[in-house]
Structures are given as structure tokens and as C-alpha cells.
T-cell receptor
Framework: NAGVTQTPKFQVLKTGQSMTLQCAQD?????MYWYRQDPGMGLRLIYY???????DKGEVPNGYNVSRLNKREFSLRLESAAPSQTSVYFC??????????????FGPGTRLLVL | GENVEQHPSTLSVQEGDSAVIKCTYS??????FPWYKQELGKRPQLIID?????GEKKDQRIAVTLNKTAKHFSLHITETQPEDSAVYFC????????????FGAGTRLAVHP
């Protein structure tokens, strides 16, 4: 099992450009999440998908959109990139939201630089 | 809004010493508290977690304690080794969403041989 995978690993964008970050998991998990990590600020939740067909906003959703394409894939789109979106983006998944299945497993991250 | 405060932001210890990292949370309904370790350039990985019906949990050299009244939980690492050097994040699951975690800002632990 590859676990959680993300593409690309690194991307440079110019202000105003758009791009989509891809995430896939092969653990048959129901829930998926997108976080951004900035120095000194820990991980902040952008959007999450509790199950296939549903998405909800997290702490910092402005400037982002998401699509839960199927159970395996959850993409994050930046429609018009801004320098403030320079960050490391992590995707995560969990089997379910409660009980013993709430552990979130993270992907390797995408490092995004917006000039 | 809900938040998690983590202290200290940096911690330097000698190999073999103990390290303690403390977190406080604001949402009294939080019921799940994981700790993640992140090595440089790597993804965060779960090292231990605790639920609100338990006061303490131990796994070899690491332990976590929870004080629900004070809304406070701590990570304890004993007999530290150089490979324990990393950034550690605490988190609390909020009551306002489906398995939504609020993370602390992180503690950079350096273990010196």
C-alpha cells in the first residue's frame, strides 16, 4: 500500500495563475482533509470531506476550492494564486470520524511557491 | 474560535534526559488528542493519542497525560535519543465538525549527544 500520495511535490506559480493539487489514498478511508503548514503556525485545516460526495470548510478556506472526485481522490484547487498561499500543503485521510478509526494519515506534502 | 496553545516552541535536552511538551485547548467538548512527530522535510506521523475517558497512556518511552478539568495535556519523552529530534505537534478534535483537528504551533525538540 502506498498510503496517501500527493502530486506534485513542488510547484512554482506566478500570482494569478491557477493550479490543482492532487491527493489519493489506497486505504479505503472515508474521510479526507487538506491542510496548509506555515512556519510557526502548525497545521491549519483548509477543507475536509467526511465521506464521498460531501465537502466542508475548515479554518482557512478562502481562496481554495475542493473536489471529492471519488472515494480515493480529493483535489485542492487554487483559482487565482496569491503570495499568501505560499506554503506546504498536506493531504490526510482517516477511516472514519469517531471511535478507534479517527487517526489521520498524512501524505508527503506539496511545497508551493507563489511569486 | 477554538484553539490549541503549545509550549515551549523550542526545547533542547541532552541525550538521556526527559522532555515534556504541554498543550492547552479551549473547546471543553474536545474528546480526542493526538500527538504527531514531523522530521525535517517529512510528513507528520502519529506517535501517540489519548481519548477523554483516559487520564494517561504510555507506549515505551513516550507517555501522554490529560487533565480535562484544566483542559491541558502533555507529552512526556523519557531517555531521549538523537533520533527523537523533530518537531512535535499536539492536536485536539473539535466538537464543531467531523473529526476536525486543531493543531498547536509545534515544538522543535533537539536532543544533543
Amino acid at each position: 500500500n502506498a498510503g496517501v500520495t500527493q502530486t506534485p511535490k513542488f510547484q512554482v506559480l506566478k500570482t494569478g495563475q491557477s493550479m490543482t493539487l492532487q491527493c489519493a489514498q489506497d486505504m479505503n478511508h472515508n474521510s479526507m482533509y487538506w491542510y496548509r503548514q506555515d512556519p510557526g503556525m502548525g497545521l491549519r485545516l483548509i477543507y475536509y470531506s467526511a465521506s464521498e460526495g460531501t465537502t466542508d470548510k475548515g479554518e482557512v478556506p478562502n481562496g481554495y476550492n475542493v473536489s471529492r472526485l471519488n472515494k480515493r481522490e480529493f483535489s485542492l484547487r487554487l483559482e487565482s494564486a496569491a503570495p499568501s498561499q505560499t506554503s506546504v500543503y498536506f493531504c490526510a485521510s482517516s477511516e472514519a470520524g469517531g471511535g478507534a478509526q479517527e487517526t489521520q494519515y498524512f501524505g508527503p506534502g506539496t511545497r508551493l511557491l507563489v511569486l | 474560535g477554538e484553539n490549541v496553545e503549545q509550549h515551549p516552541s523550542t526545547l533542547s535536552v541532552q541525550e538521556g534526559d526527559s522532555a515534556v511538551i504541554k498543550c492547552t485547548y479551549s473547546d471543553s467538548a474536545s474528546n480526542y488528542f493526538p500527538w504527531y512527530k514531523q522530521e525535517l522535510g517529512k510528513r507528520p506521523q502519529l506517535i501517540i493519542d489519548i481519548r477523554s475517558n483516559v487520564g494517561e497512556k504510555k507506549d515505551q518511552r513516550i507517555a501522554v497525560t490529560l487533565n480535562k478539568t484544566a483542559k491541558h495535556f502533555s507529552l512526556h519523552i523519557t531517555e531521549t535519543q538523537p533520533e527523537d529530534s523533530a518537531v512535535y505537534f499536539c492536536a485536539a478534535r473539535t466538537s464543531g465538525g467531523y473529526n476536525k483537528l486543531i493543531f498547536g504551533a509545534g515544538t522543535r525538540l533537539a536532543v544533543h549527544p
